[in-house]
């Protein structure tokens, strides 16, 4: 029932219902031109912050006062209900269900002579960020996964509660999503505001429905993806609700991108303002860390990320391929002919990564000791704090001092392109720091993966440009990379020839994955771990910018069911990953290790070759989640070091193609390391053995291949 109060309208709730109240709301505009108010919004409907006194006592409230609008409107209204009515019912409806609304507290309308000349909505007030501000503090402070997921994992259930009772909000955007917190930091549900577009029903909402509300969410592609998995109970969307969906976002957002031709003046008005068009960082700018997997996670979709992708670019690079070709075609042919052709002296070519982390120092320390102290790689990541960077530079010195090789990565995050001067001052302070304690330095880090900030051969030049007055500061360091990722060799032709001029670095280092493929001997496209470290080394001997040494500086295997620890999961959990296993088992992670350490380094082609990482439940030889505990890698590392790590590669002798037999020399002794691709079968023609022991270090008696490296001392 409507109420008449003054020249109003309207209704109060009945928890509010006093002639206290009724006498303001009377005389409202009068009342807020004697008391102070605060505006929380612009444009034809503006929403005031302001205190009214209810039960004796001030209360904040939030008054909705509607524009004015056309004479079609208003004859729609005055026949059905205007905003304010809408929202009013809204609310409560969402307030007597518990699902989430700042507490309504009345509605009142002015109508003349069929025209509606005030409009107001009121209901309680809450200091609360919405959704949308969440988001900005994430995208510009936090840049952190955990908390982004954290906040989908809070919002997408509200919605899908909200939809379920029959609820369809009409203009769910971020900013009509507040997501208040407790005096503590814990998250309180979800409210939502903004109502006067919104429909109530007595069951469910129908697919186009949802799709309605949906569409309005704005996130980045991949965490829109996880944002509706969340709200699906895990899963992807209904085919039928998913393709509504994308049509519905298609069309709302596309109109929305049009609004500054359909009103060109209030654009331009804002613009004059300094008001962005969009509150939300550029695409290209969204950069978040996943501590879980430590790097970056992918923010966009396919479709995203390939409209940021510049033309002319990906036009260089093929060129430059197609000009290198042939010269680099007769190089990798000659290197693959000559593949284990040549003794190759093993010490101190491979090496493990640390995590410079105060909780792993002592721990790592421990275990690094344990493998008999070999080469150590250690990053230093440009989004990380100046006390992180002390850590890591700490480290370098300890292991300087205790005669341990170190290598040393630089690590870009966006921001290092957007603030040159930031990332220039953190190339000096960490080259400065380290020059003179460790081998080599990479500077920058998988620049043909744009979840790491770099988007364009621009981007990398502006990278790279402060390296080469560091080469001039410091003539005894070496300078490797570009260190680009997986079997994308056009992107390494580019990033070398990208180089600043005067730059020439002392190798081309490579992050050589393989996961994908499986074993190290598998192949893609006519390449497996062999032909992959040949044509690396073709274009460091061809290439006038890099010297012919290469260094794979990561490498290693996901472990299976480790969840979102894994770096192949992303940063949400599926449903469908439970049920299918993804990475490796733990035995087989050892075993491609060690096959994939002896294929590189023996075959002549790489110099070295660094672990990612130590510990890691995801991919390390210790799982850091479990209390250090190291895995079966970490006993056959230890194994293969202690027993070949100080040896000379000899020869590879002649086996069936699935089957590999190395022999290696210490002094007067022969060792043989044997495996299969895959199955088993007898060692013959070999021995007599003075000794044979598995991949872990225990005396095995008949000799055989088998996928789990063997290995076997001759007599004499």
């Known amino acids: 029932m409507t109420t008449t109060f003054g020249r109003y309208v309207g209704k109060i709730s009945s928890r509010f219902d006093t002639s206290e109240l009724m006498d303001q709301l009377s005389s409202l505009p009068q009342w807020l031109h004697t008391r102070k108010t605060t505006p929380l919004s612009e444009g034809r409907d503006q929403v005031l912050k302001a205190d009214l006194l209810i039960n004796n006592a001030p209360t904040a409230v939030a008054i909705k006062a509607f524009g004015r609008q056309s004479f079609l409107k208003d004859w729609y209204d005055l026949r059905h209900e205007s905003k304010a009515e809408r929202s009013f019912r809204a609310g409560e409806f969402l307030y007597q269900a518990g699902l989430g609304t700042a507490e309504p507290i009345a509605w009142l309308d002015y109508w003349h002579h069929g025209r509606l000349i005030e409009s107001y909505y009121l209901c309680r007030h809450v200091m609360a960020p919405s959704f949308r501000d969440a988001l900005i503090e994430i995208y510009q402070k936090d840049r952190d996964d955990a908390v982004m997921v954290a906040l989908l994992n809070h919002v997408a259930p509200a919605v899908q509660k909200l939809h379920h009772a029959g609820f369809m909000h009409g203009d769910l955007g971020n900013q009509n999503i507040l997501v208040p917190k407790s005096p503590t930091g814990e998250w309180l549900p979800p409210l939502f505001i903004d109502l006067n577009r919104s429909q109530c029903h007595s069951g469910p909402l129908g697919n186009r429905q949802r799709a309605h509300d949906l569409a309005r969410i704005a996130l980045p592609g991949s965490f829109l993806e996880i944002f509706k998995r969340i709200y699906n109970d895990r899963k992807k969307l209904p085919d039928a609700l998913a393709s509504l969906e994308r049509t519905a976002r298609k069309r709302f957002w596309g109109h929305r991108r049009r609004s500054r031709w359909r009103h060109p003046i209030r654009f331009y008005q804002r613009a004059i303002r300094g008001i962005p068009v969009s509150p939300y960082p550029s695409d290209k700018d969204l950069w978040l860390w996943d501590e879980k997997t430590s790097q970056p996670t992918v923010v966009l979709s396919k479709e995203e990320r390939r409209r940021h992708r510049k033309l ?23 290197l693959v002919a000559e593949s284990y052709s040549k003794p190759v002296a093993l010490k101190d070519r491979f090496g493990i990564a ?38 890591g530079i700490a480290l370098v010195e300890r292991l300087y001092v205790s005669k341990t090789p170190v290598m040393v990565a630089i690590l870009q995050d966006r921001q290092a392109v957007l603030d040159p001067v930031s990332w220039r001052a953190f190339l000096r302070t960490v080259v400065g720091s380290v020059a003179g304690k460790v081998r080599q330095i990479e500077i920058t880090h998988a620049k043909n993966r744009s979840k790491w900030g770099i988007w364009s051969s621009r981007d990398f030049k502006a990278l790279m440009a402060p390296v080469a ?42 992050l050589l994955y393989v996961d994908r493929r499986g074993a190290p001997e598998n192949k893609q496209n006519g390449f497996s771990t062999l032909e992959k470290s040949a044509l690396l080394k073709a274009i460091a001997g061809w290439s006038s910018q890099v010297d012919s040494n290469v260094i794979i500086s990561e490498v290693n ?41 002896a294929l590189t380094v023996c075959s002549g082609h ?4 660094y672990w990612w990482r130590l510990s890691a439940r995801g991919f390390g030889l210790v799982d850091d989640q479990d209390g250090f505990k190291p895995r079966p890698a970490f006993e056959a590392l230890k194994f ?21 037999l190395l022999e290696f020399s210490k002094g007067a002794a022969r060792i043989l390391m044997a495996w299969r691709v895959s199955g088993e079968q007898p060692l013959d023609g070999f021995g007599p053995f003075d000794q044979a022991w598995d991949a872990f270090g225990a005396t095995i008696k008949g000799p055989v291949f088998r996928a789990s490296p063997t290995y076997y001392r001759l007599e004499g």
Not at 312 to 322: A, E, K, S
Not at 357 to 383: I, M, S, T
Not at 640 to 652: A, E, I, P, S
């Open 606 to 609: 790489i110099e070295e070759v």
């Open 640 to 660: 293969f070091l202690g027993l070949l790590g100080d040896t000379v590669f000899v020869k590879k002798h002649d086996t069936p193609e699935d089957c590999y």
């Open 354 to 391: 640390l995590h410079p982390q105060r909780d792993y120092l002592e721990q790592e320390w421990a275990l690094l000791e344990a493998l008999g102290k070999p080469p150590v790689l250690v990053r230093f990541c440009h989004h990380e704090t100046a006390q992180d960077w002390k850590t």
């Open 312 to 334: 002319t670019d990906i036009f260089r690079m093929l060129l430059r391929g197609i000009l290198a070709g042939p010269a680099l075609y007769w190089r990798y042919r000659r």
């Open 469 to 510: 007055e560091l080469q001039q500061a410091f003539p005894n360091v070496r300078f490797v990379g570009p260190a680009c990722i997986d079997f994308e060799y056009l992107a390494v032709l580019s990033g070398l020839a990208d180089l600043p001029k005067g730059l020439r670095l002392n190798a081309l280092s490579h």
């Open 557 to 597: 295997w996901p472990v299976q069911s480790t969840g979102l620890f894994s770096p192949i999961t992303g940063s949400y959990d599926k449903a469908e990953f439970r049920h299918k296993k993804h990475g490796e088992t733990e035995l087989d992670y050892a075993d491609f290790m060690l096959r994939f350490l």
